[in-house]
Nanobody
């Protein structure tokens, strides 16, 4: 199985910055797309940013120009640099990744995993 562990959330004033990290571990064969989602109270989970294994990125319109997603394939880690934070960015941020993992007897299977979430709170 594959586990994702996030870190870096916290409380920040509007206009400030935070950097989230998400490290993947387990019997990973390949790590494909990695992404950050967020869910604010009373709202649906939404995609914030995603990055392919080759480094192609896409962002939601609400964060474009303020957030930057990046990854370190050797460390199996994805980052989200968040600048110019706004109160409406307040949410629980979740890491997501998909790929293949090794099972017993040399076989492998697809996976799609979620992290446990990290709280980001932006005060006005």
């Amino acid at each position: 199985q594959v586990q994702l562990v996030e870190s870096g959330g916290g409380l920040v004033q509007a206009g400030g910055s935070l950097r989230l990290s998400c490290a993947a571990s387990g019997n990973i064969k390949t790590l494909n797309a990695m992404a950050w989602y967020r869910q604010a109270p009373g709202k649906q989970r939404e995609l914030v940013a995603a990055i392919t294994s080759a480094g192609s990125t896409n962002y939601s319109n609400s964060v474009k120009g303020r957030f930057t997603i990046s990854r370190d394939n050797a460390k199996k880690t994805v980052y989200l640099q968040m600048n110019s934070l706004r109160p409406e960015d307040t949410a629980v941020y979740y890491c997501n990744a998909d790929g293949q993992y090794y099972r017993n007897y040399g076989t492998w299977a697809d996976f799609r995993s979620w992290g446990q979430g990290t709280q980001v709170t932006v005060s006005s």
